[in-house]
């Protein structure tokens, strides 16, 4: 039972990571995406994956 938690906040960790990541790519804040990513996680995924680059 503790290695399901172990093993769930590792990949929550690298999610924050990769969004963080997808973020600088993206031109988008890496402190504000890594920040909501540690609360919605995959759902911010979703959202730089549909929003994609910032235009201006």
């Given at each position: 039972?503790?290695?399901?938690?172990?093993?769930t906040?590792t990949?929550?960790?690298?999610?924050?990571?990769?969004?963080?990541?997808?973020?600088?790519?993206?031109?988008?804040?890496?402190?504000?995406?890594?920040?909501?990513?540690?609360?919605?996680?995959?759902?911010?995924?979703?959202?730089?994956?549909?929003?994609?680059?910032?235009?201006?």
């Open positions: 039972m503790d290695n399901d938690y172990i093993t906040g990949v929550w960790f690298f999610l924050i990571f990769a969004n963080a990541a997808l973020a600088a790519a993206l031109g988008r804040s890496r402190l504000l995406v890594g920040m909501c990513s540690v609360i919605l996680g995959p759902l911010v995924t979703v959202y730089l994956a549909i929003a994609g680059r910032r235009l201006a």
